[in-house]
């Protein structure tokens, strides 16, 4: 089992930068691949950034340029750094540990709001 919970969501102005977090917890020695995944309001859950445990990264084509993923596998914690925000990022910000046959792991979610 694993748990994740994210942190670091709120409301920022266009052009801002928040960083949002995962902490991954459970009975586990290794997750290789975690992702962050949001949905805005009547729209569908969207890949945002993915990652290996070897620091392999893939980025939605929106976000690339802009969001930078990464994570701290001794700590179980993977980050999303978002700069140069956009009204349209606006949205629940998921955190994600794919298991392929089975249902995927998923965090509570935590909002992200840019307006000005």
């Known amino acids: 089992q694993v748990q994740l919970v994210e942190s670091g969501g709120g409301l920022v102005q266009p052009g801002g930068s928040l960083r949002l977090s995962c902490t991954a917890s459970?009975?586990?020695?290794?997750?290789?691949?975690m992702g962050w995944y949001r949905q805005a309001p009547g729209k569908k859950r969207e890949l945002v950034a993915r990652?290996?445990?070897?620091?392999?990264?893939n980025y939605a084509d929106s976000v690339k340029g802009r969001f930078t993923i990464s994570r701290d596998n001794a700590k179980k914690i993977m980050y999303l750094e978002m700069n140069s925000l956009k009204p349209e990022d606006t949205a629940v910000y998921y955190c994600?540990?794919?298991?392929?046959?089975?249902?995927?792991?998923w965090g509570q979610g935590t909002q992200v709001t840019v307006s000005s």
């Open positions: 994600n540990v794919p298991r392929g046959n089975l249902n995927d792991y």
């Open positions: 459970g009975s586990f020695s290794s997750i290789p691949v």
């Open positions: 990652i290996t445990s070897t620091g392999f990264t």
